[in-house]
């Protein structure tokens, strides 16, 4: 029994491996039906392995035929019994893709649904350290879990000129009903992927470099300030802090503060944080809302991300130092 279920989840390690990679090659056109049909298949096999140690070997065969095994279908319904967990809606979705990408598929699919892969990505790596005790950023860099995306946006106007009636129907119709599940849960369905762009001379802060023609007929404008904070500044301090504490849990980091365990990163160590490297003046991480007398702040997934990275570097003392190095701003 064991045996299986471990030769289960060293394939689906390897199916894993594969939807990421196969994504994120540039020179693959297929990459995202390869990526739906590759995830689908590193989340059965995980699934069953977790069926099998927790109610044996039969729990993964039907009833009435011990020759097959269940679908992801029948798993995900077994584990995941709550229809309207977001996880399940992201996977259900995603097979969906699956199962009608061999008849159906346009490049624009993958605008639709590479937010729904990037938490799909995220959720298996979770799933995976709390059912098996394996962390899958010990097979692939924390890094590179993250999907190349191409810049091009979702255009409306564009999709019913390139395609027939019918076609550009069916895929307008599936933007706005995945759209609208996006605004109604939360990051287990969806995460959001955006880049920003801003210029600077010092090539060494830059991750992409770009030629300014002045014979190009091409207009562009540099935006100085931040359009929409909404969209990019979307988490409050409280909010900011229930997902640092996910990501801690997900990369099985724990944190510490005099010596102790921290079960949750707290408003106050938020505060450290804010206090020591001035957060609330960089707008990359915070945007400041000052239409009242007194201002508030909503914070960006960056300044989440630089958080957990600060604490991946020492999360036995940091807390403690930033706490020290406090008081000597005071004294």
Not at 39 to 48: Q, R, S, T, V
Not at 89 to 98: F, G, P, S, T
Not at 111 to 122: A, H, K, N, W
Not at 260 to 266: D, I, P, Q, R, Y
Request: net charge positive; hydrophobic share 35%; aromatic share 12%.
């Amino acid at each position: 029994m064991a045996n299986l279920a471990e030769q289960l989840i060293n394939k689906s390690k390897e199916a894993f491996i594969l939807a990421v990679e196969i994504y994120n090659k540039p020179t693959i056109k297929y990459r995202v039906e390869g990526f739906a049909f590759f995830i689908c298949n590193a989340w059965e096999l995980m699934l069953k392995a977790h069926l099998i140690k927790a109610k044996g070997e039969n729990s993964i065969y039907y009833k009435d035929n011990l020759d097959r095994t269940i679908n992801l279908e029948n798993c995900i319904r077994l584990i995941f019994t709550n229809d309207k967990d977001p996880l399940r809606l992201n996977l259900e979705k995603i097979i969906e893709l699956r199962n009608t990408s061999t008849h159906f598929i346009t490049e624009e699919y993958e605008m639709v649904y590479v937010p729904l892969f990037q938490s799909c990505i995220f959720n298996f790596n979770e799933k995976m350290l709390k059912f098996h005790d394996i962390d899958v950023t010990e097979l692939i860099s924390l890094n590179f879990l993250n999907l190349v995306v191409k810049e091009k946006s979702f255009d409306e106007n564009e999709i019913k000129a390139k395609y027939s009636d019918k076609i550009a129907h069916k895929l307008l119709g599936l933007n706005d009903k995945i759209s609208k599940i996006v605004d109604e849960t939360n990051a287990n369905f969806a995460v959001k992927i955006e880049h920003h762009y801003y210029i600077t001379k010092d090539k060494d802060k830059a991750t992409d470099t770009v030629v300014i023609d002045k014979n190009s007929t091409n207009s562009v404008q540099i935006i100085k300030e931040i359009k929409n904070p909404n969209e990019t500044h979307k988490y409050t301090a409280k909010k900011v802090c229930a997902e640092i504490t996910k990501q801690l849990k997900r990369l099985n980091i724990i944190l510490k503060h005099k010596g102790e365990a921290v079960e949750k990163f707290n408003t106050y160590h938020f505060k450290l944080f804010c206090d020591y490297y001035d957060m609330k003046t960089n707008e990359k991480w915070c945007f400041v809302y000052k239409a009242n007398s007194y201002p508030s702040y909503s914070y960006s997934m960056q300044a989440i991300e630089f958080i957990v990275d600060e604490i991946k570097k020492d999360s036995d003392n940091i807390l403690d130092n930033l706490k020290a190095k406090a008081k000597q701003k005071i004294s």
